[in-house]
């Protein structure tokens, strides 16, 4: 198990870049399998998400060059290989190679997808997106496996603007002759990112970042080349450390035109910051006016930022609510950040309230899930003495280099490997 501790309550100073998209990524390496011979992803995050899908695509028979976030993928000998479920379920994001597999191969075994434990996360609406499209779907146990004989392009409804059934909906398509429109799509700027790549690898589509996506498929694919947009999850997540210890902070290479429903919530808070093109510098205020926070769908407030947020809006003067309403168990680290002295109840299973203001304690605390940890580390920084965030494991799966990233604005913070 891999521990991060930190010794808190130090002032946060200098600058701090952000780094590529996660979500975005975590599509653009399995499709980076439809190229002929061979891709360049610019931009990508050291991660262990990241690791995991290189070695699925190595399973694959990719030959692969990762150096400086520039990753080069050899696809010129793939084979179409069963992915077992020791890499399967390392993350949730291994069903893109369904997506991908499917367009490519019309044919793919795997075990099914991990991910982190935030309560039910079906499938549904990729399964039946591949079977309109013309697959068909056998599963035992564990196992999963879809073929096709011919896709065929069709109209496609999405119950809820799912970004994962979207995204794997729109690769599936590329491959399927005829025309598919996906109504009700997600619009997260990571699904233009991955539209935008595979369109240089030859696909035609449109409307990605609208609710309708279009996509004309048989798609001849060559290679190409993406650069992966800035993490709008993780700029969000500094911007709140800033907000809680920032000291003329200042957050290099965000796209705050991704980040308009926190910038909302920042102002409705009184938050001390100034946006200068893509960087952001933000100094922290003892206390904040109290805020009512209702997650949803992009461009709403984004479910990833707020258990981050509910660290920060410890420091309201009075009491700030937060509503979740993608996910049913995103409350992990409520339980911890009560420990570290938060006076947080849990009205709902989807609403919390905080109560402040309140000064966090360092304590013994244990990260649920990657944005949970997030929390976490937000309130460790600020707890004066040595907090210790177990199963931070979790954590790293999203943050790159978040300790060197932390160490280099003046947090004393460390990740430990214990038994
Ligand atoms: C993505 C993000 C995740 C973020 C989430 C919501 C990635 C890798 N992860 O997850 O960080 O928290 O969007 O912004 O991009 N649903 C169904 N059936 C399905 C699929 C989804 O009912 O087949 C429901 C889910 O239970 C959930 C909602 O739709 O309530 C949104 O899920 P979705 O947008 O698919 O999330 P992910 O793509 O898994």
């Known amino acids: 198990m891999k521990q991060i501790v930190i010794e808190g309550g130090i002032p946060l100073t200098g600058e701090i870049q952000i780094s590529g998209a996660k979500n975005s990524v975590v599509a653009l390496i399995p499709i980076a399998l439809l190229s002929p011979h061979n891709v360049t992803i610019n931009n990508v995050p050291d991660i262990s998400d990241t690791s995991s899908l290189l070695e699925m695509l190595k399973l694959l028979n990719c030959h692969i060059n990762y150096e400086n976030e520039t990753l080069s993928i050899d696809t010129s000998n793939v084979k179409n290989t069963f992915i077992p479920g020791t890499l399967s379920k390392r993350l949730r994001a291994s069903y893109y190679l369904m997506g991908t597999l499917l367009a ?55 119950r809820v603007p799912s970004v994962g059934a979207t995204i794997n909906l729109m690769i599936a398509a590329t491959g399927a002759t005829g025309t598919t429109h996906i109504y009700n799509a997600a619009k997260e700027p990571e699904i233009s990112n991955i539209a935008d790549f595979l369109i240089n690898l030859g696909a035609n589509i449109t409307g990605a970042g609208t609710d309708t996506i279009t996509i004309n498929g048989a798609t001849n694919y060559h290679d190409g080349e993406i650069t992966v947009i800035p993490d709008r999850i993780e700029s969000g997540t500094y911007i709140l450390a800033g907000a809680l210890m920032g000291e003329n902070l200042t957050i290099f290479g965000i796209n705050p ?31 904040y ?77 244990e990260a649920s899930d990657l944005r949970a940890g997030a929390s976490l580390v937000i309130a460790a920084l600020a707890a004066p003495g040595i907090t210790t965030i177990n199963a931070a494991e979790h954590i790293l799966r999203g943050y790159e280099n978040i300790v060197e990233k932390l160490s280099g604005i003046g947090a004393k913070i460390e990740v430990k490997e214990i038994e």
Not at 137 to 151: G, M, P, Q, R, S
């Open 104 to 158: 490519k191969y019309h044919y793919v075994e795997m075990c099914i997808p991990g991910g982190c434990n935030i309560g039910l996360r079906p499938i549904d609406l990729h399964l039946d997106g591949f079977k309109s499209l013309g697959a068909t779907i056998t599963t035992t146990e564990d196992k999963i496996c879809l073929k096709a004989d011919n896709l065929i392009g069709t109209d496609i409804h999405l």
């Open 257 to 287: 035109d991704n980040l308009t429903s926190l910038f909302e919530v920042l102002n409705n808070m009184g938050a001390n910051y100034q946006l200068n093109g893509n960087n952001l510098t933000i100094t922290k205020k003892d206390t």
């Open 289 to 365: 006016h109290p805020v009512n926070v209702t997650t949803t769908y992009y461009p709403g407030f984004p479910t990833d930022l707020a258990q981050p947020l509910s660290a920060v809006l410890t420091k309201c003067n009075g009491t700030s609510t937060i509503t979740e309403t993608i996910w049913e168990n995103r409350l992990g680290h409520v339980p911890y950040l009560v420990k570290m002295h938060a006076n947080i109840s849990i009205d709902s299973k989807e609403k919390i309230s905080i109560y402040g203001p309140t000064t966090f304690l360092n304590k013994e605390v």
